[in-house]
Every structure is written in structure tokens, then in C-alpha cells.
């Protein structure tokens, strides 16, 4: 049978993590299929019909489709489920927001974080904060997985010529509506997708220190800031540069960890970056313990030297 991923998309566009997802299914066996749920979402449609590797995309479009309300998106999976025997979501804000409500609906187990396909019915998924690896069979006659974008490289985003196939979209549940959105406008890459990354931690002092000594670094490189959770709890950052377990995790060409002990949590979120750069005064830091390049040095006095030798 074939496998269904759940496209993300702002109706004109695919977000990058659908390549990454798309990549996990054709690793499942059998075609990879496309769900392009929305609004208006042609453009979106056709840029799922170009990417190679998939043999159709399922286009359902209405107004109860807008903005991946997750009982709308839910039902509209549902629909399709019998036909599928893998349904792959991002493990994004979005598909960890509506895949939970479409294993309940189906219930069946979801399989979450999966970073590995082993064979059709087994996967391999990170726990205890990344220190151990579960391996994880499932006998549900449809396997709901969400997949850690960053396991898996994206396949590219154009090359292929699938059919779209237009759907009856599902009635609207009327249980949530649209009120709003407040989203942040960034002139620098966005963390999950940024391929050079600067991170800051608590040995900053303030967030003046922190504009200050991190800004200019990441300027040089076209970076994307990141900071770990006792950066962002102090109030040197703001929430959604939280790299972490409970935060994001990144997996970029180039992670610099500025003033960062390095405790598990964000090793969790930051561990799997190709090259990993540590400055930190104290020798013992556990960050030490993952970086390929360390400095041990006063951060207010390396990183300028750093950016002026840029």
C-alpha cells in the first residue's frame, strides 16, 4: 500500500520540512502520496506535483481547510486513512498538533519523533532526552508517525511530474475557528531550516550582552540565533530561539554554542549538527563532551576576535 504525508504549506508554498517527511515515506516501501489541505492552495498543490519521488497529490480545498485548524485537517485524514498504510506528519507545531487527533480517531498508536525506518513496520525514535534509542515495531494495519525533519534529508523540491488529484473536501466540524495570528516577522534564516546557527547561553549576563556580543557574529555569517532554555528563562532571548528538548531541535551545518554549559536537554536539540563549535571558559562544560572545534576562552573577549577576523 502506499504512504500519505501530510503536506505543510502557507497555500502558496510548501514549508521545507515536507521534503524531509516525504523523504521518511519513500523510505516506508510503496508510492509516496501527498496531502495538500487548505485554502486556495493550488500554488501549493502543484509545487507537491514537482517534487520527485511522489505519484500523486490529494488536493482538498475550502475555507474549514484555512490555517490547519487540527479538527478540520484531522477529519480530512480520516477520509483518506483506509486507502494508506503509513500516514507521515512533520514532528512540527502543526503535525504534532493534528496527528494525535487522527490516531485517537483512528485508534491506532502513533509513533512519534521517529528518526529512522528500519522496515515497513519498525522505526527508531530518540528517548530519554536523546541518551537512548527505542526501536519500535507496530502491528496497527496503519502506521501514524511523526518524523524528525532533521533525521532525514530533504528530497529535492522539484524534478517530478505527479497528477493532482482534486477532493471533496470534509464538512466543517464547527468546534474551533480562526480568530487570529501574530507571527513574528524575522530578517534572519528560520532556526529549524538555518544551515549556520549562533547560540547563546546564561554566561551572557543580559540580553544587551547578548545583542551585542552575538549580533555581529551571526551578521558575518548569515546566521540564525538560537539560545538555550536558561537564556531564554532569564529573559536574554525570546521563546522561539529556545534550542532544546523543550525547545527546538536544529540539526544545521554549523552550530556555534556561545556560553553554553551544555546540559542534556540542549544537547538534545543540538547534537546532531554537522559541525559543532563550543567556546566556554570552563574547561569541564559538558559541551566540551559534543563539539568538533572548542575554544576555552572568555567569550566577551574570543567572539570579537572571531567576528573581526571574519
Known sequence: MAALVIAEHDNASLKAATLNTVAAAAQCGGDVHVLVAGAGAAAAAQAAAAIPGVAKVLHADAPALDHGLAENVAAQVVALAPAYSHILFAATASGKNIAP???????????????????????????????????????????????????????????????????????????????????????????????????????????????????????????ALGASRAAVDAGYAPNDWQVGQTGKIVAPQLYIAVGISGAIQHLAGMKDSKVIVAINKDAEAPIFSVADYGLEADLFTAVPELVAAL
Open 101 to 223: 487527533r487522527v490516531a485517537a480517531l483512528l485508534d491506532v498508536a502513533q509513533i512519534s519523533d521517529a528518526t529512522k525506518v528500519v522496515a515497513a513496520d519498525t522505526f527508531e525514535r530518540p528517548i530519554y532526552a536523546g541518551n537512548a534509542i527505542a526501536t519500535v515495531q507496530s502491528s496497527d494495519a496503519i502506521k501514524l508517525i511523526t518524523v524528525r525533519t532533521t533525521a532525514f534529508d530533504p528530497v529535492a523540491a522539484s524534478g517530478g511530474s505527479a497528477a493532482v488529484e482534486t477532493l471533496a473536501p470534509v464538512a466543517d466540524s464547527g468546534k474551533t475557528a480562526f480568530q487570529g495570528a501574530e507571527i513574528a516577522k524575522l530578517e534572519r534564516p528560520e532556526l529549524t531550516s538555518a544551515k549556520i546557527i549562533v547560540s547563546g547561553g546564561r554566561a551572557l549576563g543580559s540580553s544587551e550582552k547578548f545583542d551585542e556580543v552575538l549580533v555581529p557574529l551571526a551578521d558575518k555569517l548569515g546566521a
